[in-house]
């Protein structure tokens, strides 16, 4: 298996425009998480799927940002418009059951809204 | 707070030697799990360890567990340089989130 898989791995943007981050997990894993990580804030959780549905969105920090997932090897998430202060690294992670046996990790995609 | 604290923020040795970090927590957990992320790149799984279990050993690394006092330790035994990178203490808590602390930074000196 290849891993978790995300692209961009880095996009750079101008402030207003629409991002769209895009997530592969590993076949079979039944649960898929957002992260992002910044210097001042660490490794926050925006937002996790099991079995393709939304369970928890509470860390997503505005209506600004909205994450899909269509089916159980896709997931896209959005920012609309982006500010500066979208910038970080976003990480996509699946596991099973929910993570009791670990996450994997993508690579992260690194946003630069200037 | 719900994310682990670790300790120390910063950590230096020689090769060879031996690293601990600690993770210290307020809240209950299902499990804790250690992850490592090397510069520019994404955590890495390391090992997980569940509420009811005190020690668990992989290879180099042995984790414990003391849940009365709401702590863990990872030992990194004969460190190599290129264990150098961040470590991230996670909680896995009963609504199923994963959350981390701000992580430690090791560094290995050849």
């Known amino acids: 298996d290849a891993g978790v898989i995300q692209s961009p791995r880095h996009e750079v943007t101008e402030m207003g425009q629409e991002v769209t981050l895009r997530c592969k997990p590993i076949s079979g894993h039944n649960s898929l998480f957002w992260y992002r990580q910044t210097m001042m804030r660490g490794l926050e959780l925006l937002i996790y799927?099991?079995?393709?549905?939304?369970?928890?969105d509470s860390g997503m920090p505005e209506d600004r940002f909205s994450a899909k997932m269509p089916n159980a090897s896709f997931s896209t998430l959005k920012i609309q418009p982006s500010e500066p202060r979208d910038s970080a690294v976003y990480f996509c992670a699946s596991s099973l059951t929910g993570g009791a046996y670990g996450y994997t990790f993508g690579s992260g995609t690194r946003l630069t809204v200037v | 707070s719900q994310q682990g604290e670790e300790d120390p923020q910063a950590l230096s040795i020689q090769e060879g030697e031996n690293a601990t970090m600690n993770c210290s927590y307020k809240?209950?957990?299902?499990?804790l799990q250690w992850y490592r992320q090397n510069s520019g790149r994404g955590l890495v799984h390391l090992i997980l360890i569940r509420s009811n279990e005190r020690e668990k050993h992989s290879g180099r690394l042995r984790v414990t567990l003391d849940t009365s006092k709401k702590s863990s330790s990872l030992l990194i035994t004969a460190s190599r340089a290129a264990d150098t990178a961040s470590y991230f203490c996670?909680?896995?808590?009963?609504?199923?989130?994963?959350?981390f602390g701000k992580g430690i930074t090791l560094s290995v000196r050849p």
């Open positions: 809240t209950s957990i299902n499990n």
């Open positions: 799927f099991n079995n393709n549905v939304p369970i928890d």
């Open positions: 996670a909680l896995l808590q009963a609504n199923s989130k994963l959350t």
